[in-house]
């Protein structure tokens, strides 16, 4: 039976009900500094904390419920005859029920105040009540998710109590909390990009219905903490999102991002099948599809400009599953709505990872985000490439960036024309880029050539300028064969492996 509760809330939603309830239940309750008074102005009956300690609340409120009077009445388990011996000889009661939610520490981290403003939403007597009560749960309710409020009150009505399978429900997401909430705190503090133990804060966005295949289940989540492009999408249009949808998003969303000209990415299976820039929202995706008109089926399309009617109107000839775009005429978004399957997403960020996650069987890989592109674009061959080569080098090595290893991406006045990727050696990617390049010039690799058989291939399919890293020690054997075919090849540096 609950007779006494502490109830200390910043967020104040769906207090106000609890407190009611157990009022009429005959529960006492206490409570702090802005809840207190917040619901004795209501009208509920109600200790302030102070009086069960016999102490102030002092250093600005950091001090207030950390205190043998409140801990011992959370703590003492009520079947151990000591501990009930021990509280009763220093005159605590027990407490039944801890009410808290924490100081919004997530949201706080990110907004514009100073760093010891920050410091001060570091919650610290919320914590410490809630752990207590979860590890003493047998005896003790706790609430620190509004969403539990209604479950707890039906179940207090229907018998007096709360099931012990509920309590250790609860106690359970205590620690779940708490392990995102020191996870947020640690890293602000620390600043570390590989710090000793690895503790990111998601938050659940979704159950999704399934993952990869149907037999695997799913879940989405968002960082707790920061914006993100996949945290701050809007759906406008469609059904629900899948695992592969968002996977898919992420990556074409990416590539369309590292252009500051109109540029339209296609893309199935999670790598590109179409990249192009054009003058109007049309154009570019025309170019997109045409770079490979059959993969394009049952992919998705991103932007990174206005989607306009014209555009939209090309674009629902064809099943697609997801269109993504910072915005959309609303004659655009009428039309693409006209598929109430078809998923339409609004981008309002871009991206801002700053490192990327692995997950292998019983540990993590991290790295940085592969956020550079070239660090020299030096001409290493007898012929130097002609400024639009230049432009189109460029293109190329933006979009190989997101192509799976082995990479290759043939590029002819800003478009794709053909892209080959995810083999196990250099040669297939490259005659399939090739074959399909319908009269591409410029050609784009995310590594170094070993040899100089794809010089030798290019030559066949009149490729006029080669980019890639550079780095093989046989660096030579690809320049010389690019002087023998008068072919242009600069290197740059970087490489762009996506495994």
Same mark, same amino acid.
């Given at each position: 039976?609950?007779?006494?509760?502490?109830?200390?809330?910043?967020?104040?939603?769906?207090?106000?009900?609890?407190?009611?309830?157990?009022?009429?239940?005959?529960?006492?309750?206490?409570?702090?500094?802005?809840?207190?008074?917040?619901?004795?102005?209501?009208?509920?009956?109600?200790?302030?904390?102070?009086?069960?300690?016999?102490?102030?609340?002092?250093?600005?409120?950091?001090?207030?419920?950390?205190?043998?009077?409140?801990?011992?009445?959370?703590?003492?388990?009520?079947?151990?005859?000591?501990?009930?011996?021990?509280?009763?000889?220093?005159?605590?009661?027990?407490?039944?029920?801890?009410?808290?939610?924490?100081?919004?520490?997530?949201?706080?981290?990110?907004?514009?105040?100073?760093?010891?403003?920050?410091?001060?939403?570091?919650?610290?007597?919320?914590?410490?009540?809630?752990?207590?009560?979860?590890?003493?749960?047998?005896?003790?309710?706790?609430?620190?998710?509004?969403?539990?409020?209604?479950?707890?009150?039906?179940?207090?009505?229907?018998?007096?109590?709360?099931?012990?399978?509920?309590?250790?429900?609860?106690?359970?997401?205590?620690?779940?909390?708490?392990?995102?909430?020191?996870?947020?705190?640690?890293?602000?503090?620390?600043?570390?990009?590989?710090?000793?133990?690895?503790?990111?804060?998601?938050?659940?966005?979704?159950?999704?219905?399934?993952?990869?295949?149907?037999?695997?289940?799913?879940?989405?989540?968002?960082?707790?903490?920061?914006?993100?492009?996949?945290?701050?999408?809007?759906?406008?249009? !469609?059904?629900?999102?899948?695992? #592969?949808?968002?996977? +898919?998003?992420?990556? /074409?969303?990416?590539? *369309?991002?590292? $252009?500051? %000209?109109?540029?339209?990415?296609?893309?199935?299976?999670?790598?590109?099948?179409?990249?192009?820039?054009?003058?109007?929202?049309?154009?570019?995706?025309?170019?997109?599809?045409?770079?490979?008109?059959?993969?394009?089926? !049952?992919?998705?399309?991103?932007? #990174?400009?206005?989607? +306009?009617?014209?555009? /939209?109107?090309?674009? *629902?000839?064809? $099943?697609? %599953?997801?269109?993504?775009?910072?915005?959309?005429?609303?004659?655009?978004?009428?039309?693409?709505?006209?598929?109430?399957?078809?998923?339409?997403?609004?981008?309002?960020?871009?991206?801002?990872?700053?490192?990327?996650?692995?997950?292998?069987?019983?540990?993590?890989?991290?790295?940085?985000?592969?956020?550079?592109?070239?660090?020299?674009?030096?001409?290493?061959?007898?012929?130097?490439?002609?400024?639009?080569?230049?432009?189109?080098?460029?293109?190329?090595?933006?979009?190989?960036?997101?192509?799976?290893?082995?990479?290759?991406?043939?590029?002819?006045?800003?478009?794709?024309?053909?892209?080959?990727?995810?083999?196990?050696?250099?040669?297939?990617?490259?005659?399939?880029?090739?074959?399909?390049?319908?009269?591409?010039?410029?050609?784009?690799?995310?590594?170094?050539?070993?040899?100089?058989?794809?010089?030798?291939?290019?030559?066949?399919?009149?490729?006029?300028?080669?980019?890639?890293?550079?780095?093989?020690?046989?660096?030579?054997?690809?320049?010389?064969?690019?002087?023998?075919?008068?072919?242009?090849?600069?290197?740059?540096?970087?490489?762009?492996?996506?495994?």
């Amino acid at each position: 039976m609950i007779k006494r509760a502490i109830i200390s809330v910043f967020n104040k939603d769906g207090v106000l009900e609890l407190a009611q309830f157990l009022n009429e239940k005959g529960v006492e309750i206490i409570s702090t500094g802005g809840t207190f008074k917040y619901l004795k102005k209501n009208g509920i009956p109600v200790v302030e904390v102070s009086e069960v300690t016999g102490f102030d609340e002092m250093l600005d409120g950091r001090v207030k419920t950390l205190h043998p009077f409140i801990h011992g009445g959370i703590l003492a388990v009520r079947s151990n005859e000591e501990h009930i011996k021990a509280i009763n000889n220093k005159g605590i009661k027990p407490i039944d029920m801890v009410v808290v939610n924490l100081y919004p520490f997530f949201d706080k981290v990110d907004s514009d105040i100073t760093f010891q403003e920050k410091v001060e939403f570091i919650d610290i007597g919320g914590p410490t009540m809630i752990r207590a009560a979860a590890k003493n749960f047998q005896d003790v309710t706790v609430l620190t998710d509004v969403n539990d409020y209604k479950e707890v009150m039906e179940q207090i009505e229907k018998s007096g109590e709360v099931e012990y399978a509920t309590k250790r429900k609860l106690a359970g997401k205590v620690f779940n909390l708490m392990s995102a909430y020191d996870g947020a705190i640690s890293r602000f503090l620390l600043e570390d990009e590989y710090p000793e133990y690895l503790t990111i804060p998601y938050k659940k966005k979704m159950d999704l219905r399934y993952g990869e295949n149907p037999h695997q289940s799913a879940a989405f989540y968002e960082a707790a903490t920061g914006s993100g492009a996949m945290k701050d999408f809007q759906q406008l249009n !469609g059904k629900e999102l899948s695992y #592969n949808n968002i996977k +898919d998003m992420d990556i /074409a969303w990416k590539v *369309v991002s590292e $252009f500051d %000209e109109l540029v339209c990415c296609a893309l199935k299976h999670n790598t590109p099948c179409g990249v192009a820039m054009g003058e109007t929202s049309y154009e570019a995706y025309k170019k997109a599809y045409d770079c490979d008109p059959t993969s394009i089926f !049952g992919g998705i399309v991103a932007l #990174n400009q206005t989607v +306009d009617k014209e555009a /939209a109107e090309e674009m *629902v000839k064809i $099943f697609l %599953e997801i269109v993504i775009a910072p915005d959309f005429t609303s004659d655009a978004l009428e039309i693409l709505k006209g598929k109430k399957n078809l998923r339409v997403i609004k981008a309002v960020k871009k991206p801002s990872d700053n490192f990327e996650l692995a997950k292998v069987d019983g540990a993590i890989l991290v790295q940085s985000s592969d956020d550079k592109l070239i660090e020299d674009m030096k001409v290493v061959t007898e012929k130097a490439p002609t400024e639009e080569e230049k432009r189109d080098m460029i293109f190329g090595m933006k979009v190989v960036k997101y192509v799976k290893s082995n990479a290759i991406v043939v590029v002819q006045n800003g478009a794709a024309k053909g892209i080959g990727g995810g083999q196990v050696n250099r040669i297939w990617p490259a005659k399939d880029a090739m074959e399909r390049g319908n009269g591409a010039t410029v050609l784009a690799s995310d590594a170094f050539f070993p040899f100089g058989d794809i010089v030798e291939e290019a030559s066949k399919y009149g490729i006029k300028a080669i980019i890639q890293p550079g780095g093989s020690i046989r660096d030579q054997e690809s320049i010389d064969e690019c002087n023998k075919y008068g072919i242009s090849m600069v290197m740059t540096g970087i490489r762009h492996f996506k495994h």
